[in-house]
């Protein structure tokens, strides 16, 4: 089975600066997909940003990079510059490569940004 | 852009009512989703469905069915609704190849008294 753990239920960050939330994980398979989710109080859940289990490299989008050590189990989400507007809950979540593309959540960590 | 549409923002009903909560999606998806959040739990799978007429269990199953007749919409239902199943229900829906994202509705917030 697959377990996703965010371990800070709550961060706050100052606009402007930069933030790190963790998520770690456990399976035994070796291919996967990780990502991770913003839920702004609108409740659309957003997709910010994605990893492949087989690629070294780190993803990057914009403000937002991961930091993925796949042998540490670890999947950190860091947000750069910070922006009111990133206040929101963020899901760490996992994905199999087989089967369905069922995603499997974290319990989520609440941001929010001070201006 | 894709768009999950979820029918109802906010739901009250009755202990012992039949629930109907319906979802659909305009991209000509697959695969769709039924997720149950709750706080500090996350987002559990409740059911899913890769295709017309076809589910599957996910990890919370118990109390509900799903009904998936044309491929853009998927219908939870609660047979007899308890208020355990209070709840933040989340729609979702994706391509049918590995990594495809999947791409949610704004939830509905049923409250069952």
Same mark, same amino acid.
């Given at each position: 089975a697959q377990t996703v753990t965010q371990s800070q239920p709550e961060m706050s960050v100052q606009e402007a600066e930069t933030v790190t939330l963790s998520c770690t994980y456990d399976t035994s398979e070796n291919n996967y997909y990780l990502?991770? !989710?913003k839920q702004p109080p609108s409740r659309q859940m957003i997709l910010v940003i994605r990893q492949e289990a087989y690629k070294q490299q780190n993803a990057t989008e914009?403000?937002? $990079?991961?930091?993925?050590?796949?042998?540490?189990? $670890? +999947? $950190?989400?860091?947000?750069s510059d910070s922006q009111l507007g990133d206040t929101a809950? !963020? +899901?760490c979540a996992f994905m199999k490569q087989t089967g369905a593309n069922n995603l499997f959540f974290g319990t989520g960590t609440r941001l929010t940004v001070i201006p | 852009d894709v768009k999950v549409t979820q029918s109802s923002r906010?739901?009250?009903? %009755? &202990?012992?009512?039949?629930?109907?909560?319906?979802?659909?999606?305009? #991209?000509?998806?697959? /695969? #769709?989703f039924w997720y149950r959040q709750d706080p500090g739990l996350g987002l559990r799978l409740i059911y899913f469905s890769y295709d017309v007429? #076809?589910?599957?269990?996910?990890?919370?199953?118990?109390?509900?069915?799903?009904? %998936?007749?044309?491929?853009? %919409?998927?219908?939870?239902i609660l047979e007899s609704a308890s208020t355990n199943q209070t709840s933040m229900y989340?729609?979702?829906?994706?391509?049918? &190849?590995? /990594?495809?994202?999947?791409?949610?509705?704004?939830? &509905?917030r049923l409250t069952v008294t």
């Open positions: 990502f991770w !989710y914009n403000r937002f $990079s991961v930091n993925f050590q796949k042998a540490a189990k $670890s +999947f $950190s989400l860091k947000i809950m !963020y +899901f | 906010y739901l009250v009903k %009755r &202990t012992g009512e039949k629930v109907f909560l319906e979802c659909v999606q305009d #991209m000509d998806h697959e /695969n #769709m007429k #076809m589910k599957e269990k996910g990890d919370i199953p118990e109390g509900y069915s799903v009904s %998936r007749e044309k491929k853009e %919409r998927f219908s939870l989340l729609c979702a829906s994706c391509i049918g &190849t590995y /990594n495809s994202p999947l791409h949610f509705g704004n939830g &509905t």
